[in-house]
Each structure stands twice: as C-alpha cells, then as structure tokens.
C-alpha cells in the first residue's frame, strides 16, 4: 500500500523530508569539526525529524556510532540512564566493534533481564539502577567504554530540558565532567524549552556555560516547502496550484506538524482521483480537523481563569498580538487592566500556550489559534 506522503510522525526517509539541505549541512560540519551542538526551536517544527536525516547520511552512518537518545520520558537520572544505556546497546546489535561489543558484556553484568518487545521487536535491557550515586556511576562507565570505541560517536539527548525537572540538580556536571575529556564523543543536545535551554548553555555559573554551538531551528522555506507539497500531491494524482498551497501555508503559519498534518487529511480524502484542491476544499478540510479537536481545546478553557482566556481568545481572534496593553487592544476586547494582561500575559507564556516571536504573542498551538479565530 502506498503511504500518505505527508508524515506526521517519525522519519522514513529523505523521499518524505523536505528541504534541510543547509541544516543538515551545518549539523554534520560541526560534528566533522569537534563542536557540539544544542537545537532548539518551537515545539513541531522539525528538531527530532531534522536529526533523524542528519544520522541517515552515508557520511555519518559509514564514519560514526550513533547513539539517539530521547529523555522526554524521564523524570530523574536514573530513568535517563536507563535510556542512555538501550540507546547504547541498540547500537551495539548493529555494530561489529569488539569494544562495543565488550560493553554489551558489561551491560550484562549489571542487567540480569533482557527482553524483546513484542510488537517492536527491539530488544530491551533492564537496568536496574537504584539511585542517584548508581546512576552516576553507570554514566560513568558507558562514556569510557565508547569513548575507547574504534570510530567516535555522534551521541544525542532529545528533549535535553527534561534535566531541568530531575530532583539531582547536578545532572548538568555530571555529563559535562565526563564529556569534557572526551574528544570522540560528539553531542547533539536538542530541546523546545527556549528559556530553559538557553539558560543552561549561556548562563555563566553553570556547567554547560558556552560549551555548544546553538542553533536555533526555523520554519521551512516556503517555496521549497511549496514544491514538496505540491510534487507530493501530484505522487497521488492530485493537482494543487501555487496560490492554494500558499494558501495552506499561510493558514499554518509554515509551521511544520500543522502543515504535514493539513497535507495528510487533503491526501487522504483526494488521493487517486483525479481531484483539484482550491482554497474552499482547504477551508473544509481545516474546519473537520478543528471541529475534531473541540474537545481539546474546551480542556484548555477549563485550565485557565476567564481572564486568560478572554486574552487567548483574542490573540487568536488578532492572529497575533505586538502589544497586549495598548488601550485599544484592552478596549476592544475588554480585558481590563494592563496590569491584569500583563499577568495573564506571563501566566500563558508559562503554560506555553502562546509564545512570543518577532515581538508578537501568538498561541501556540496553530489549530487552536485558528479554532479561537474561526469558530469561537
Ligand atoms: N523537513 C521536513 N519535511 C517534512 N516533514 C517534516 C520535516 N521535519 C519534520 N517533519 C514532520 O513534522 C512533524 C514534527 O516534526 P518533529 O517531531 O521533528 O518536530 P520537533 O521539533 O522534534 O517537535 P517536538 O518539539 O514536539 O519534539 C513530524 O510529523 C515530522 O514527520
Ligand atoms: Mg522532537
């Protein structure tokens, strides 16, 4: 059976993946030339999908271990080496290098249960690491084993604020420790957290302190992203023009996941016949989708007081808003004081549903932006 070309999760393969040339270009350089490297960017718009490309490229898989961690599951660090530690040991199945492989006894040594996951048919190790102090010293133990690996490795931590929530607050220097005196070791931190992330590499008292090159991911290009969506629809015999798929992304803001995911419903409802997407055809598709989620949206009402979601409704309503205490804004949606904004303001920049970009609030989540602008 044919997939829908647009993915809305994980990474196929380059087929699915539009543009990134630069991105990628620049991953791999720093990884070629010893730097490490923090991602960071908007929730969905492309970091986890951005890196999976990256690690796909011949120059890496010939020349590289890597070893992908995602941490969004953990909540202290114990679990996060835990994660560490499949990580490695995946890799150690697909790898002939007989220190790695030495690892994999060492893994065996502390980890009595190995089990394979029946539906993903990977298999899994069971560490069992009690505390914080074990954790320390596993970590310990896994970075001076791959770093006497014959090739370096290219080792990745996704969703890398999740440290921030573990109770050991010194998560930070116990991988800086390690990783510091390690030169094949190359690190790919990537997180949505943008305060928090930035902080952790250029607040001068902590331990990552200017020790990564950051780079701030942004959205895709537009025409390169019009020429894959419409060279995609046309895989299905759909024909779009350049006007409507603007249109698309316009609607979307060129927000990643919320263009794919638009893409992915047109697809479905129009593949094999023949059909013409127009703009009414986008607006349809959009209003089932938001209309599907109502029931999300009502949950993020039931959360907030009415004042903070008058002024969401509004910034949605706006599509944006520069500045929330300007007396015309308050006046016309009677929100109050600017006082009472401005804590409105920091209370839903706290819950990330809005964030500020270019000097404009704008909520976050492109769906209910539209929802609140739309059918509210
Ligand atoms: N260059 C691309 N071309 C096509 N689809 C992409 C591209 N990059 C990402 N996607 C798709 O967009 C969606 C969001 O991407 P991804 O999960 O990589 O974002 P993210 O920034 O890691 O999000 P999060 O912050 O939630 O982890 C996924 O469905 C992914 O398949
Ligand atoms: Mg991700």
């Known amino acids: 059976m044919k997939l829908n070309p647009f993915l809305i999760k994980g990474y196929v393969s380059p087929e699915y993946f539009c543009d990134r040339k630069s991105e990628t270009n620049k991953i791999i350089s720093a990884i070629k030339n010893g730097r490490d490297l923090t991602l960071i960017s908007l929730r969905r718009i492309g970091k986890t999908g951005l890196i999976h490309h990256v690690i796909n490229q011949n120059e890496i898989k010939k020349n590289y271990n890597v070893v992908y961690c995602d941490i969004y599951q953990a909540t202290n660090l114990a679990e996060m080496t835990r994660i560490f530690g499949n990580a490695v040991f995946n890799q150690l199945e697909k790898t002939s290098d007989k220190?790695?492989?030495?690892?994999?006894?060492?893994?065996?040594?502390?980890?009595?249960?190995?089990?394979?996951?029946?539906?993903?048919?990977?298999?899994?190790?069971?560490?069992?690491?009690?505390?914080?102090?074990?954790?320390?010293?596993?970590?310990?133990?896994?970075?001076?084993?791959?770093?006497?690996?014959?090739?370096?490795?290219?080792?990745i931590f996704d969703e890398f604020q999740q440290i921030e929530k573990f109770p050991e607050k010194n998560t930070e220097a116990v991988l800086r420790t390690h990783i510091q005196q390690l030169n094949n070791i190359h690190l790919i931190y990537s997180g949505s957290s943008k305060h928090l992330l930035s902080a952790m590499f250029s607040d001068r008292d902590r331990p990552f302190y200017q020790s990564t090159q950051l780079m701030e991911l942004g959205k895709?290009?537009?025409?390169?992203?019009?020429?894959?969506?419409?060279?995609?629809?046309l895989?299905?015999?759909?024909?779009?023009?350049?006007?409507?798929?603007?249109k698309i992304l316009e609607l979307t803001r060129s927000h990643t996941y919320y263009v794919q995911y638009l893409?992915?419903?047109?697809?479905?409802?129009?593949?094999?016949?023949?059909?013409?997407?127009?703009?009414?055809?986008?607006?349809?598709?959009?209003?089932?989708?938001?209309?599907?989620?109502?029931?999300?949206?009502?949950?993020?009402?039931?959360l907030l007081t009415e004042q903070q979601y008058t002024l969401l409704k509004a910034i949605g309503k706006q599509d944006g808003v520069s500045q929330p205490s300007s007396k015309e804004f308050i006046t016309k949606y009677k929100l109050g004081t600017t006082s009472t904004v401005s804590a409105a303001i920091k209370s839903l920049l706290n819950k990330e549903l809005i964030f500020r970009e270019n000097g404009t609030y704008q909520v976050y989540d492109v769906f209910f932006s539209l929802w609140l602008k739309l059918l509210n």
């Open 99 to 155: 220190i790695l492989k030495k690892l994999g006894r060492f893994f065996a040594g502390i980890t009595p249960s190995i089990t394979i996951n029946p539906i993903t048919l990977q298999t899994d190790i069971d560490f069992k690491i009690e505390n914080s102090q074990q954790a320390e010293t596993t970590i310990q133990q896994i970075f001076s084993m791959i770093s006497k690996s014959a090739k370096p490795t290219v080792l």
């Open 220 to 233: 895709i290009d537009k025409a390169e992203y019009c020429s894959f969506i419409r060279e995609k629809f």
């Open 235 to 246: 895989s299905g015999h759909i024909n779009i023009d350049e006007k409507t798929t603007e």
């Open 263 to 302: 893409c992915n419903r047109l697809y479905e409802i129009n593949a094999g016949t023949g059909n013409r997407i127009d703009d009414k055809k986008v607006t349809e598709v959009l209003i089932t989708i938001l209309r599907e989620n109502e029931s999300y949206y009502y949950g993020y009402r039931n």
